[in-house]
Structures are given as C-alpha cells and as structure tokens.
C-alpha cells in the first residue's frame, strides 16, 4: 500500500490571494477539507485554510499568497498520507482494491479489478477476466471485500 494516494486536482486559482480551487478525488469534497497537510510534487504543503465550493475545495497553501503562485500550481495533483486519513469502521480507499482478485460465490475466479468507475451515486467495478464484466458496487452484488486476504467476493446475477 503507498504512503501516499491520489485525491484531487488543482483546476484552477481562486480570488486574487493565492487560493486555488481543487477538483477531490474523494467520496466528497468535505473529506479532503480535513487535512492540514496536502502533498503537491511530494513536498508537504500546510493549508491554514480549505472550504468546499460548489463541489469542489477551495484551499489557501501557507506561503501561496498571489495568483501568480497558485498559478503555479495548476495541473498539479494533490496527496493526502494514508496515516493521516480517519476513514469510518468497514471502509477502504479505492487504490486498495484496484488489482484485487474478484471470486464469486462460489470462490471460483472472474478476473481482477481493474477499475471504478462513478458514473453517478453508485460505483461501478469493472472486472477483467476471460470477458469484461461490470459489477454495481451495492451489498447486493458485493458479498465481501477483504483486502488482506487480496480478494472482492461477488454475487452476479443472469446475464451479467
């Protein structure tokens, strides 16, 4: 597991103070205002400030303070650390199960996956195996994700 994941996209400046508006990679926008520290380029940023703003954060870097230097960092991605995240009891990052082994009921191999995709409220796995398979991330249709053991069981339905 890396130290450090993915979470957003700097898009853009905001106002004319050094902030820059981020597109989150997250559940929602509010996960991302929780942290202190961002990374960007792998150099640990402090933010004394981060709002959410029509679904994306607006956040102030210490030591960013014209849009010249926000602009600056247009483009770039941003990182959270692993440690520092306080994710709720049975929940996991999505870079966690990227790769997992996806079984059926029956502990019998579909292929890995490969991808998650967020077309709307649900996620949607989307598994490589002898075919390609997509699989609606709901209790329904996911019976177990043990990221220890490497593996995502799954109940598919006629015609999936």
């Known amino acids: 597991m890396n130290e450090f994941l993915d979470c957003g996209q700097i898009v853009n400046t905001h106002g004319i103070r050094g902030e820059v508006r981020i597109v989150p990679w997250a559940d929602s926008p509010d996960f991302l205002c929780q942290f202190s520290t961002l990374y960007v380029d792998g150099a640990a940023m402090a933010v004394p ?7 994306s954060v607006i956040a102030r870097f210490q030591g960013v303070d014209t849009v010249e230097g926000a602009m600056a960092l247009k483009g770039k991605t941003v990182q959270i650390c692993r440690t520092d ?9 999505l870079a966690d199960i990227i790769g997992l082994d996806v079984v059926d009921q029956h502990g019998d191999k579909l292929g890995i996956l490969r991808e998650v995709l967020s077309p709307s409220r649900q996620q949607v796995y989307v598994v490589e195996g002898r075919r390609e398979i ?24 006629e015609g999936m």
């Open 49 to 55: 400030a981060s709002r959410v703003h029509k679904g």
């Open 85 to 93: 995240a306080k994710l709720p009891q049975g929940t996991f990052f």
């Open 134 to 157: 997509m699989i609606p991330a709901v209790p329904e249709f996911i019976l177990e994700t043990n990221i220890e053991a490497g593996y995502i069981k799954v109940q598919l339905i």
